[in-house]
């Protein structure tokens, strides 16, 4: 049963303190994208990966957030030093190859939810 | 800059009558239109598709149409029944240039099917 894994699923953490977020994409999959659930903004998209490069990450903050992949098999996202206004649920997100007709539709996780208190 | 949007924050439909969730886009380069459902405490899932060179893709209970002159495209759910109670984003894919096969998400819709 193939699915994207992401840990933590709950992180409570202090201001300032570093956050990271783990994801283990579908193996195969070229693509990883990372999204942020809020209630104002919806699913907003932080970075995309393709083949393990960054692709676009004009959605995160530059000065504290840092998406990477080190190897295809892991994909993180840290947040130092972290805010209460970063709280909210984090998601990853892995697609297949595409090519032809071939579907685009990315396969998420169940998300991290982080607290900054 | 939101080139996604779902005007309606919420939707409330009778069980056994029609659900219909909208989604506005201003990009031409997308290519592709998704739509996914989300319940709570889980992430969303994909729940149908279709190609810009078509105008409707059916599954079931579910509907997508598309109007590219429009830049608008609605998923129909008949009949709605209380478990489809879910967040709805629509999705867009990016066909183009240096963002290529990046999805773009809408701010969701939450409909509410009652019994």
């Known amino acids: 049963d193939a699915r994207v894994t992401q840990t933590p699923r709950h992180k409570v953490t202090e201001m300032g303190q570093e956050v990271t977020m783990r994801c283990q994409p579908i193996?195969?999959?070229?693509?990883v994208f990372w999204y942020r659930q809020t209630m104002m903004q919806g699913l907003e998209l932080l970075a995309y990966?393709?083949?393990?490069?960054?692709?676009?990450d004009s959605g995160m903050p530059k000065d504290r957030f840092s998406a990477e992949m080190p190897d295809a098999t892991l994909a993180t996202l840290k947040i130092q030093p972290s805010e209460p206004r970063d709280s909210a649920v984090y998601f990853c997100a892995s697609g297949p190859r595409r090519g032809g007709d071939q579907n685009t539709e990315a396969f998420f996780g169940q998300g991290t939810r982080l607290t900054v208190v | 800059d939101q080139q996604v949007k779902q005007n309606s924050p919420s939707l409330s439909v009778q069980e056994g009558r029609i659900s219909i969730l909208n989604c506005d886009y201003t990009n031409s380069m997308f290519d592709y239109f998704l739509w996914y459902k989300k319940y709570p405490a889980e992430g969303p899932t994909f729940l149908i598709s279709?190609?810009?060179?078509?105008d409707k893709n059916e599954d079931g209970r579910f509907t997508v149409f598309l109007n590219k002159s429009a830049k608008h495209l609605s998923l129909h759910i008949v009949p709605s029944q209380p478990g489809d109670s879910a967040v709805y984003f629509c999705?867009?894919?990016?066909?183009?240039?240096?963002?290529?096969?990046?999805?773009?998400f809408g701010q969701g819709t939450i409909l509410t099917v009652h019994p």
């Open positions: 279709i190609s810009s060179i078509k």
């Open positions: 999705a867009t894919h990016n066909a183009g240039g240096t963002s290529y096969g990046k999805l773009t």
């Open positions: 990966f393709r083949n393990r490069a960054p692709l676009d």
């Open positions: 193996l195969g999959h070229n693509t």
